[in-house]
């Protein structure tokens, strides 16, 4: 089992993976975690086997997380419908993403790319983050925040168009079971 895989899993569920029937389970009859195992699996070796069961499930629940997004240890994907990362996108460690969350490439202009978001980072419901930006780490992005801008450690990002408000520990309570 990917080592990644068995990190989100913990992240998605509070208790560690283990081979036994319970993990088995959860994966099997929670579509979020079987998911992203199906992206972890598929990014290990892509295969077409694998590549037509990742899109089956991107098809049924809306979860589009293109397969040259770099994600790392630790995604939750919460209340998991409708959530697209695209390619290029390079998320950190202990990153939240929730319903509706749109995260892409801007194509023309100044912020001309994809998103870097950092490590211990929260999207919350139906935010966009779009361009060649860059989130910092202990970030927390309201409910339907439109960010295109470079966002500082330690911040929560508000609004349309978002205005940031720095705050220590503004993911605290936000982030569980980091990893």
Known sequence: M??????????MTGEKYRKGIKSKIKVIFSHHIRYVQLWRNA??????????RLHKYAK???????????IGKGLYLGHPYNITVGGGVIIGDNVNLHKGCTIGRENRGKRKGSPHIGNCVSVGI??????????????????????NFDV????????????????????EGYIAFRV
């Not at 990917?2 to 992240?11: A, E, K, Q, V």
């Not at 049924?60 to 770099?70: D, H, N, R, T």
């Not at 139906?126 to 970030?139: L, Q």
């Open 126 to 147: 139906n935010s966009t983050i779009v361009g060649n930006i860059k989130i910092g780490n202990n970030v927390l992005i309201a409910p339907n925040s439109f960010v």
């Open 2 to 11: 990917n080592n990644d895989f068995s990190l989100d899993y913990y992240r």
């Open 152 to 171: 500082p450690d330690n911040s929560v990002v508000i609004g349309n168009p978002g205005v940031i408000h720095h705050k220590e520990n503004a993911t």
């Open 43 to 52: 990014n290990g070796k892509m295969t077409l086997f694998r590549k037509l």
């Open 60 to 70: 049924k629940y809306g979860l589009e997380i293109s397969a040259s997004a770099k």
